[in-house]
């Protein structure tokens, strides 16, 4: 069975997907993931122990059918043989290993979107088997099949609302992490406070200092005649002894 394209998602709802797979985180300080609520889990328990249970039911009415009698050529019959092949296969194989990824994961938006679009491609498929049984099938292979559709369709449109919420808060996450980073940035960017100098009006004023008047040199009176300088080579006579 092929996967068909989900047409019926929004645009930005593939945007938050591929976001999750390809948003990094701020090198520091490193991020901690915080635990999965109870809530969540508790909720996703639920909806795949539903889904389990669907699955059972629908693989024990898909064994009980009788093909070969529908009223209807070969071509028909050889093409709803190959889709109860199809299904059962999935449900026996794909649709457990998704499960269990999720389990893991109870709070991935990709794991919940790939399990969505499993079931999706599974609707398609048993929708289209359902019809053929209600045309040239008996009525009890019918209601029956008409009933796990039913089931089917509830369990897609329950993992539909799951998925929206945890788009939601993923959408949250992302934004606070981008004001947190433009925050970051814009304190690394502003430039450094200007000093602040306190007055104090209390304080009395500092009185100017004075300054000194240059010393100016004395020049000698007209007609004085210069002081010779002293002879650095000439002997100077002894002082007198006599009293």
Same mark, same amino acid.
Request: charge should be positive; include cysteine; hydrophobic fraction near 35%.
């Given at each position: 069975? %092929?996967?068909?394209?989900?047409?019926?998602? !929004?645009?930005?709802?593939?945007?938050?997907?591929?976001? @999750?797979?390809?948003?990094?985180?701020?090198?520091?300080?490193?991020? =901690?993931?915080?635990?999965? /609520?109870?809530? #969540?889990?508790?909720?996703?328990?639920?909806?795949?122990?539903?889904?389990?249970?669907?699955?059972?039911?629908?693989?024990?009415?898909?064994?009980?059918?009788?093909? @070969?009698?529908?009223?209807?050529?070969?071509?028909?019959?050889?093409? #709803?043989?190959? &889709?109860?092949?199809?299904?059962?296969?999935?449900?026996?194989?794909?649709?457990?290993?998704?499960?269990?990824?999720?389990?893991?994961?109870?709070?991935?938006?990709?794991? =919940?979107?790939? $399990?969505?679009?499993?079931?999706?491609? $599974?609707?398609?498929?048993?929708? #289209?088997?359902?019809?053929?049984?209600?045309?040239?099938?008996?009525?009890?292979?019918?209601?029956?099949?008409?009933? &796990?559709?039913?089931?089917?369709?509830?369990?897609?449109?329950?993992?539909?609302?799951?998925?929206?919420?945890?788009?939601?808060? %993923?959408?949250?996450?992302?934004?606070?992490?981008? =004001?947190?980073?433009?925050?970051?940035?814009?304190?690394?960017?502003?430039?450094? !406070?200007?000093?602040?100098?306190?007055? &104090? &009006?209390?304080?009395?004023?500092?009185?100017?200092?004075?300054?000194?008047? /240059?010393?100016?040199?004395?020049?000698? #009176? !007209?007609?004085?005649? !210069?002081?010779?300088?002293?002879?650095?080579?000439? =002997?100077?006579?002894?002082?007198?002894?006599?009293?």
């Amino acid at each position: 069975m %092929k996967l068909i394209p989900v047409s019926t998602l !929004p645009y930005c709802l593939l945007v938050l997907l591929a976001a @999750e797979a390809s948003a990094q985180v701020p090198p520091s300080p490193p991020a =901690t993931p915080s635990p999965v /609520p109870y809530s #969540s889990v508790s909720e996703l328990n639920l909806l795949l122990s539903d889904l389990d249970q669907t699955s059972r039911n629908t693989q024990q009415d898909l064994t009980r059918l009788r093909i @070969e009698k529908w009223k209807t050529d070969a071509n028909t019959k050889r093409g #709803s043989l190959a &889709d109860v092949e199809s299904i059962q296969r999935n449900l026996r194989n794909a649709l457990p290993e998704i499960a269990s990824q999720l389990q893991n994961s109870p709070d991935s938006l990709v794991a =919940t979107f790939k $399990l969505y679009r499993n079931l999706d491609a $599974l609707y398609d498929v048993f929708g #289209s088997l359902v019809e053929s049984a209600g045309a040239f099938g008996s009525r009890d292979e019918f209601q029956s099949l008409q009933n &796990d559709l039913g089931a089917l369709e509830r369990s897609r449109r329950s993992f539909a609302d799951r998925m929206e919420g945890l788009a939601s808060a %993923k959408e949250g996450e992302i934004t606070g992490l981008r =004001t947190q980073l433009q925050a970051k940035r814009a304190a690394e960017s502003a430039p450094a !406070p200007a000093k602040k100098v306190v007055v &104090d &009006d209390n304080e009395p004023p500092k009185k100017p200092v004075k300054k000194k008047p /240059p010393v100016k040199a004395t020049k000698p #009176s !007209p007609g004085t005649p !210069p002081k010779p300088a002293p002879d650095a080579g000439a =002997t100077q006579p002894p002082p007198s002894t006599q009293p």
